[in-house]
């Protein structure tokens, strides 16, 4: 536990995530994206922001999710929008891997 | 994955699931990634064809033959007109490149030529997506369905975007949005679509204002090429739904694809493969045909023949007028478009009796 409300959850071993690729994960109703690019990891909400369609049908350019239904684009570094048709943020997460076992953290409380 | 619990309803759309229709997600995300190479190939061949056919009308013009002039001008303004919807198109989905500035360059120019405000274009789009061919909520279906002779005739005409698009641009330019507007534009975004139609105007009347000084070449190379390629681009856009299920979660059922020669999928970069359009919009127009063959044992064949394909359509269309069947010989129709000739006859005779009784 990082604080009283928020928690790291174990997602999948780190092997399960490709270089410049991304994953699901869903947990308690809600649900995310995991990506690796560059080496580097981020997560984000998994559900677009203009019209809740899920991005791991999307496209990952650089650092940029493109939403699958009307290309709507985020910087997943900091969850900005990133070109129309969206124009509210997504939500980012920190992730961490410790001993080859990928983690989010995520609000519990 | 583990899934610990149901996610978030996701907000039903007409996509490749409300289809039946699924692919390798893997295999997705291959066809649908970006490339700067094979968007820019296409833009000099266009502006190449361009070049040719302007060139070719210019040698028509200086021939003084009215005919070869009509046929220059057709030339020209088929090249023209069926790309600028293309690329205006493929812009507004943000996947003909993968650089973003030549993308949106794109967009402007290539809406600017078809007539749309490309800001109106991109978003109102977006609403064609995720309610495709639903009365009402689709906000691109120009015509009312079943369609008539007097609809094809607006549509294939131009008379109807034409009217259109200049009383959005108006709106738009006056900040007076349409409550059709304001629905499928993000907020934040609407004074972008307010400057975006003033320039468009701007460029409009000036080109108007240039032409009413005696630069006739506007007239012979852009206005009346314009005009003239307007009718062969819109027997393409005419296809996309025409005599198909309104209403429906599928697109397989909503949606046409055709077959068209080599000419007619670079005018009109690939959109033939309408339905695969649909289900995987993120997928680039360069990437279509391989999106077809994946696709292929889970969709309706494509409809055969550009010109057959139009011919029917309008056959239909005025059959239908005139209290016909309507039946296409090939042409794939949802059930409730056809009238086979002998009720169509019976309707008719029950008219004329209810005629003759009142």
């Not at chain 1, 559900?47 to 990952?60: K, N, R």
């Not at chain 1, 900091?78 to 953290?105: D, Q, S």
């Not at chain 2, 691109?140 to 959005?168: H, N, R």
């Amino acid at each position: 536990m990082t604080s009283d409300s928020n928690e790291w959850l174990f997602v999948d071993t780190i092997d399960a995530l490709d270089e410049d690729d991304f994953m699901r994960f869903d947990h308690r109703g809600e649900t995310y994206i995991l990506y690796k690019v560059k080496g580097e990891l981020f997560a984000t909400d998994g559900l677009c922001t203009h019209e809740a369609q899920h991005l791991e049908d999307g496209v990952l350019i650089g650092h940029i999710i493109e939403c699958p239904l009307h290309q709507g684009r985020f910087d997943i570094r900091n969850g900005k929008c990133a070109g129309g048709p969206v124009c509210e943020h997504l939500k980012t997460y920190r992730v961490k891997v410790e001993a080859g076992r990928l983690f989010i953290e995520l609000r519990t409380g | 994955m583990t899934t610990l619990a149901a996610p978030k309803k996701i907000l039903p759309a007409t996509t490749a699931a409300s289809s039946n229709v699924s692919l390798d997600r893997k295999l997705v995300r291959n066809l649908a990634q970006r490339s700067d190479k094979p968007g820019l190939l296409w833009l000099a061949s266009w502006i190449a064809a361009l070049a040719v056919s302007g060139f070719l009308l210019s040698l028509a013009v200086a021939s003084s033959s009215t005919l070869l002039t009509l046929a220059a001008t057709l030339l020209l303004g088929t090249i023209l007109t069926v790309p600028s919807y293309a690329i205006s198109h493929e812009c507004a989905h943000g996947t003909a490149f993968r650089t973003r500035w030549i993308n949106e360059t794109s967009l402007w120019i290539g809406s600017l030529l078809y007539f749309e405000e490309p800001y109106h274009r991109r978003y109102s789009h977006t609403r064609h997506h995720t309610y495709t061919w639903h009365v009402d909520k689709d906000s691109q279906m120009p015509f009312d369905t079943p369609m008539t002779l007097k609809g094809w005739l607006l549509e294939i005409s131009g008379v109807a975007l034409v009217l259109y698009e200049s009383k959005v641009f108006v709106r738009n330019a006056l900040g007076q949005f349409s409550q059709q507007t304001l629905a499928f534009t993000p907020e934040n975004t609407l004074g972008r679509l307010k400057w975006s139609a003033r320039a468009c105007i701007l460029i409009y009347a000036t080109l108007v204002l240039l032409l009413a000084r005696g630069e006739t070449w506007i007239w012979t190379y852009l206005l009346l090429p314009r005009l003239l390629g307007g009718p062969v681009m819109l027997l393409f856009t005419l296809l996309q739904h025409v005599e198909l299920k309104e209403n429906s979660p599928s697109i397989l059922e909503s949606t046409r694809s055709f077959t068209t020669s080599a000419i007619g999928r670079w005018l009109y970069m690939n959109m033939n493969n309408h339905i695969e359009h649909h289900l995987y919009p993120q997928v680039p127009f360069y990437a279509l045909n391989k999106l077809r063959q994946a696709v292929e044992p889970q969709v309706p064949a494509p409809d055969k023949g550009f010109w057959r394909l139009n011919w029917e359509v309008l056959s239909v269309v005025v059959r239908r007028s005139f209290g016909l069947g309507t039946r296409a010989r090939s042409l794939r129709q949802a059930s409730h478009m056809i009238v086979s000739d002998k009720d169509a006859k019976q309707a008719k005779t029950v008219t004329f009796a209810h005629k003759t009784t009142l």
